[in-house]
């Protein structure tokens, strides 16, 4: 069955704290992207992985990073929240990076008071 | 870098007519194109996936059009129904990108 799943789904944290969102395709899926969502912006891409401790800065990496040791486990790290992190997170997987259809998880919803 | 522009943001039609979202996109090389559908609270869900040498692509009760010359990539929903109530993102790609850029998305309810 081919799926992204995310974990958690729904998160509270103080600014200052340390968040961990984990992703997990079943897809053996080379290519691996963390983006978050936010109302009349759109999707913006934070990382990309493109194999296992293959990561690169996508267009908005400032105050995140990634870590991918497993091909099929992609997970985002906020050291010291800030509110403005507050967001819906999207993790999402490819084949490749060749314009190979992106199979999206079902989001985490953020919330950093 | 691309620069994707998806308009309108938001669109109500009633049940039954049709439905246009457009996206235009800046880099001329783009070659390929997405439409996502995603309903409220959900993920993302691939509608249709374009390449450029493809014009007019079409689905189950929609068309997709691409227009190379104008760099315009537009949604045509035939015959709207309640279901189709979502909000529909864009996204473009090129072989030489890294990435796919993503319009800021049109939130289409449709009236029963």
């Known amino acids: 069955d081919m799926k992204v799943t995310q974990m958690p789904r729904y998160l509270i944290k103080r600014m200052g704290e340390n968040v961990l969102l984990e992703c997990g395709q079943d897809?053996?899926?080379?290519?691996m992207y963390w983006y978050r969502q936010d109302p009349g912006l759109g999707l913006q891409l934070i990382y990309i992985?493109?194999?296992?401790?293959?990561?690169s800065e996508g267009d908005i990496p400032k105050g995140y990073r990634v870590s991918r040791k497993k091909r099929e486990h992609f997970s985002l790290i906020l050291d010291s929240a800030k509110t403005n992190q507050t967001s819906v997170y999207f993790c999402?997987?490819?084949?490749?990076?060749?314009?190979?259809?992106?199979?999206f998880g079902a989001g985490t919803r953020l919330s950093v008071l | 870098g691309e620069q994707v522009e998806q308009r309108p943001p938001h669109l109500s039609v009633r049940e039954g007519d049709s439905a246009v979202i457009t996206c235009t996109y800046t880099?001329?090389?783009?070659?390929?194109f997405f439409w996502y559908k995603q309903e409220p609270g959900a993920s993302l869900q691939l509608l249709m996936k374009?390449?450029?040498?493809?014009e007019i692509n079409e689905g189950q009760g929609f068309t997709v059009l691409l227009n190379k010359k104008d760099k315009r990539l537009s949604l045509n929903l035939t015959a709207a129904h309640p279901g189709d109530s979502a909000a529909y993102f864009c996204?473009?790609?090129?072989?030489?990108?890294?990435?796919?850029?993503f319009g800021k998305g049109t939130s289409l309810t449709v009236i029963p």
């Open positions: 999402a997987s490819s084949l490749s990076i060749w314009g190979d259809t992106l199979y």
């Open positions: 992985s493109y194999d296992v401790d293959s990561n």
């Open positions: 897809m053996s899926h080379e290519t």
């Open positions: 880099d001329p090389n783009s070659y390929y």
């Open positions: 996204a473009v790609g090129n072989t030489g990108y890294q990435n796919f850029y």
């Open positions: 374009v390449f450029s040498s493809t």
